[in-house]
């Protein structure tokens, strides 16, 4: 029983680890937090979060333009049910952690918990998995996501290294359907929120002074409706947005809206991404 529980150590803290890697869909984007109160934002394909068991992490896809993607009003709801849930989450996680990757380790490599026995560790273990599942059910059913947390369930009722940051794998879908700009007014910091606006509408003007008369120009024009309506449910102006952003070079006298490069010289367009330059 020993030298099985020793061989499985390694395999244990590989999931453990494993579980931090996430698959940002193509125009969706990753909110990861690793102390669970700062946000930030991750774009790439492929993501990683250190599992701690306080982390949190959410995968929200590209969404439709409609008005139900960009109801901040729901999206509010969910996140705050989601941390009344997963303060719960983070201590058992940690409990669970702390017994599989500190108790187990120290009573089977060394002599320092030798009156405890392997099987009253692994029964602990079992019983914080089994509260963990009760937990992330809970939060999934207040969240509204339940059948979408299913695979969750069933992940961590096999491998408990998953349910030990329940917490950070349970935010997967908790935003389903909502535009990642909405996500971004929950949980970053304003001025982080104003920069991806503001990016959004050079995009947004790029592609119809591109091309005005193509069918797509009408779905610019809703999107765009919705960024000021979402603005306005912030109480902020499309001018509060549009405004030139510090600079961080005080001797940059133009700044590209798309992509933040700054320039010193005079020029017209970017030389990153191409698009006209405005000045500060």
Do not use: I
């Not at 509260?131 to 809970?138: G, I, M, S």
């Not at 996500?183 to 970053?188: D, I, Q």
Request: aromatic share 8%; with cysteine.
């Amino acid at each position: 029983m020993n030298q099985f529980l020793v061989d499985a150590l390694p395999y244990l803290l590989a999931f453990y680890l494993l579980d931090g890697f996430f698959l940002v869909p193509s125009g969706g984007a990753l909110f990861a937090s690793t102390d669970g109160r700062r946000f930030r934002l991750a774009r790439g394909r492929l993501a990683f979060v250190f599992p701690w068991p306080w982390a949190e992490a959410y995968v929200v896809a590209e969404a439709p333009s409609v008005p139900k993607a960009f109801d901040l009003s729901a999206a509010r709801t969910r996140y705050d049910a989601a941390r009344k849930g997963g303060r719960r989450l983070t201590a058992l996680g940690a409990a669970l952690t702390t017994t599989l990757f500190v108790v187990l380790p120290l009573r089977l490599l060394t002599k320092l918990a030798d009156p405890v026995s392997p099987l009253y560790v692994v029964a602990l273990a079992v019983l914080l998995q089994v509260a963990t599942l009760v937990e992330a059910r809970r939060r999934a059913v207040a969240c509204g996501v339940e059948r979408k947390e299913r695979k969750l369930l069933v992940a961590s009722l096999l491998l408990p290294s998953a349910a030990a940051h329940a917490r950070l794998l349970s935010g997967k879908d908790l935003f389903s359907g909502t535009d990642p700009l909405a996500v971004a007014a929950v949980l970053l910091p304003r001025s982080e929120f104003r920069g991806l606006v503001r990016r959004e509408w050079t995009r947004l003007d790029v592609a119809s002074e591109s091309a005005p008369g193509a069918p797509a120009a009408d779905a610019t024009r809703l999107r765009a409706g919705f960024l000021e309506g979402l603005l306005s449910a912030e109480r902020l102006t499309l001018e509060d947005v549009l405004a030139p952003p510090p600079p961080s070079d005080p001797t940059a006298v133009l700044y590209c809206p798309l992509c933040d490069a700054e320039y010193t010289a005079r020029r017209d367009a970017c030389a990153d991404c191409g698009t006209r330059l405005k000045s500060f």
